[in-house]
């Protein structure tokens, strides 16, 4: 029985400019800003949607002085998706650009690593270093959700529905996954927070927020193995995906690209 096929959505949602020097380990200070971009993800064919992550809320985007250029729930209307009416959400990691908008998902399930939710709730967060990405609103709700019955979780790497499976990446937290995808141009690995620049996979260049570099540089050889090519892997938060990839229609360039097709040459 063939995998079904899915269309896979980045939505961009928020900016903001760094410097090299505080998003990568021995970042040169000197060097040029770096600009990064906060996205969305939707995974759909006729049988399902899927979103990947959802986002800062507008609250935690202003103090932390990030650009909300769009709701991310709402953005996802730009493709056809109601979030009030979205069934699964797989939440990455826990940080607050992931995980910031669940009661815009009244239905949703989350699905979230084992790993992840005992790290977010557990002795690391004693230590401010590890806490200072993480909402503790926002844990609480995870927790609620779990006595809700509304968490689905993941022990590694585990198949959420047939063409759509998570692995576990850890590194940058404890419990991040990536997801990987079967559409028309073959499997696409959403690599989200396992790699946030297209630097990372080729150059090995770490990422200043992390818990194990050892793990983290171990996740940017896995992911090219997790992928049938280069151009089947997508950071999570390089600007480069909205040039490379086209949008579904001319008045959504520079805000959603189609990553199932090919990127452009």
Partial sequence: MSLPEYEIFAIKYGERMGQRGKIFVHGDPHDAPLAMDYFVWVIRNAERTVVLD????????????????????????????DPNEVEDVIISHMHYDHVGNME???????HIQDAEMAFVTGRAM???????????????QMVAAIYGDRVVFHNGD????????VH???????????????TKRGWVVLASDAAHYYESIFDGTPFL?????FGMLEGFRRLRTL????????????PLVMKRYAPPSPELE???????????R
């Fill in 126 to 140: 004693t230590h401010e270093a590890l806490r200072h990405s993480f909402v503790l609103s926002e844990v609480q």
């Fill in 104 to 110: 815009k998902f009244p239905k949703a399930r989350f």
């Fill in 209 to 213: 927020t992390h818990v194990d570099m």
């Fill in 54 to 81: 959802i986002g800062f809320s507008e609250a935690e985007g202003k103090r932390r002085s990030r650009t909300c250029l769009r709701c991310p729930a709402e953005s996802l209307k730009l493709v056809g998706v």
């Fill in 254 to 264: 520079g805000i959603v690209v189609r990553l199932d097709e090919a990127p452009k």
């Fill in 168 to 182: 576990h990446m850890p590194g940058h937290t404890q419990g991040l996954q990536s997801a990987k995808v079967h």
């Fill in 158 to 165: 585990e198949e959420v529905f047939p063409g759509i499976s």
């Fill in 227 to 238: 992928a049938p090519s280069d151009d089947n892997i997508v950071p999570g938060h390089d």
